[in-house]
């Protein structure tokens, strides 16, 4: 793992939104090698070389430091690409999801939201770090997709992430199923086509 | 709550079918009202007049007793009507099991999706008691609509699990939107018109 470049000026100079971003690239690559279980201040100093006292003004505990470190580690392998074409679009994002999901970060989100059932406060961040962000995402793409006329005007996109993403999620969290490419494929194809005869 | 009938020839002799429909009857009442938390082989024994000893026999532990009695308790809410039109059936359907998810039998459920996440034992007597015998329920509903030619001919109806049920599971999971019957209805126009132009 890359250690972050010396401060010029001393470490009480430097701007805190690189000292931020050093910590966060420092964590997130634990979190997508090892999950999150693992993970504490004590780590994530070392790594960084941001003090411990540090970590704990800018993160309220290391599950968050946690989630939000991984958020920023995925934002690229989740983006939306926009070649133009919703469906194959689709396919290359939810494909990249099904695969990140397999990874040992993929196993800590599925316990984040697992400890979340009985946590409100890591499900609210949950939401403000991860999931809020994710949604806004995919909404933005489809919305797109919306106005370029390749989804009806009258379908409510946010509900197309829960049928997407969502049905994805349900299979690793009750996996009485496995998360297969089939899978993937059908979920866009049953929406866009349609199930009916 | 009602009390199970006085045994007529000693408890001893009564046939184990019998013992188990008392206990699940009793144990299904009291997670329906106060949820899964408070549980225990104590209280259900005194509701049931079933022995401690005999519930160890039966049940490995509350939790697994809990959902036990929960599948059981809700199976009939949850059972598929044929009326023999799919979108109204599973319309119906979602609807129930969208209310039941606001109860605390509902809360429940999710607790426990939410600690099978760690719990690999939990998980699997998830899947065994509970999911899996779901999953058949619907697949069976859903394999005849197709057999009638409602739904198309290529279309794996497992995956339609995944994007009607598991998509409300999502958002109860992660609940950055709400589950309105809006949302209910949107799952089934989507899925069965397409959301193509």
Redesign the interface.
């Known amino acids: 793992m890359p250690q972050p470049e010396p401060a010029p000026r001393g470490r009480g100079r430097r701007p805190t939104g690189e000292v931020r971003a050093d910590v966060l690239h420092a964590a997130g690559a634990m979190v997508l090698s090892e999950g999150i279980a693992q993970l504490t201040f004590e780590r994530v100093s070392k790594a960084s070389g941001v003090s411990k006292t540090t970590l704990y003004k800018m993160w309220p505990s290391p599950g968050v430091l946690a989630l939000d470190a991984y958020f920023h580690a995925v934002a690229d392998t989740l983006a939306f690409d926009d070649d133009g074409d919703i469906r194959s679009d689709l396919l290359r994002q939810l494909h990249s999801f099904a695969r990140l999901m397999r990874t040992p970060g993929g196993r800590a989100l ?2 984040f ?6 946590d409100p406060a890591l ?1 609210r961040s ?2 403000e770090l991860y ?2 962000g994710r ?1 806004a995402l995919a909404y933005e793409r489809l919305a797109k997709a919306q106005s370029r ?5 009258d ?2 996109v ?3 992430v ?2 997407l ?7 690793l ?5 496995p998360v297969t490419d ?2 993937v494929e ?2 866009v194809t ?8």
Chains 1, 2 share one sequence.
Not at 149 to 153: A, L, M, N, S, Y
Not at 173 to 177: A, H
Not at 192 to 197: H, P
């Open positions: 599925l316990e939201i697992g400890a979340s059932q009985s499900a949950f939401r999931s809020g949604r006329g390749e989804i009806r005007p379908v409510d946010r509900v197309l829960d049928q993403w969502g049905a994805i999620y349900h299979r969290l009750v996996p009485d199923e089939e899978f059908a979920l049953n929406l866009f086509t349609g199930i009916s005869t």
